[in-house]
């Protein structure tokens, strides 16, 4: 079943997507991979953001014949929902066509999400709709953020 292999079935802790809305992040993340623009790399990523107030932002990479222009799908979807008014998130879900491992953000990617919090859940998935949940503080621990530049 989708989202059955790796993480065990009991109570998620607070905050976390559940049953139909946790399956709704994951196919929205599959679904906005369909529409990947990456001719150049040829490797599809999609991403599902879930704010705070329940609503879901896709996004998927898209690439450029400038390659260094080129944007992931974790950053389609948080400039999306950042640009329509939200600045919370609870969630994330990746999902691209690697089979043997959990697709990873890379490391820009993880700075950027780490802009709006570090206790949200990244959900990594494999093809076949298995999961594994990384806090964004495991995913970037010591990070820099915005607290950092009140202290001085
Ligand atoms: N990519 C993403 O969109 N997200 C990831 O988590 C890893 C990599 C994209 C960037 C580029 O378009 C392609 O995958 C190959 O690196």
Known sequence: ?????????????????QGE???LLLRRSRE??????CPYSRFPV?????????????????????YSLGVCAERTAIQKAISE?????????I????????IVP???CRQV????GTDWDIYLTKADGTYIIKRLEELLPLSFGPEDLKKV
């Open 1 to 17: 079943m989708e989202g059955g292999g790796q993480h065990p079935a009991p109570a998620a802790p607070p905050g976390q997507p």
């Open 21 to 23: 809305r946790l399956q």
């Open 32 to 37: 906005a991979k369909n529409c990947a623009y």
């Open 46 to 66: 999609g991403a599902a953001l879930l704010t705070a107030g329940g609503e879901i932002f896709s996004g998927c990479n898209v690439e450029n014949a400038c």
């Open 85 to 93: 008014g939200h600045t919370s998130f609870r969630a994330m879900a």
């Open 95 to 102: 999902t691209s066509d690697l089979g043997d491992s959990f």
């Open 106 to 108: 890379c490391g820009a």
């Open 113 to 116: 999400m780490r802009e709006f």
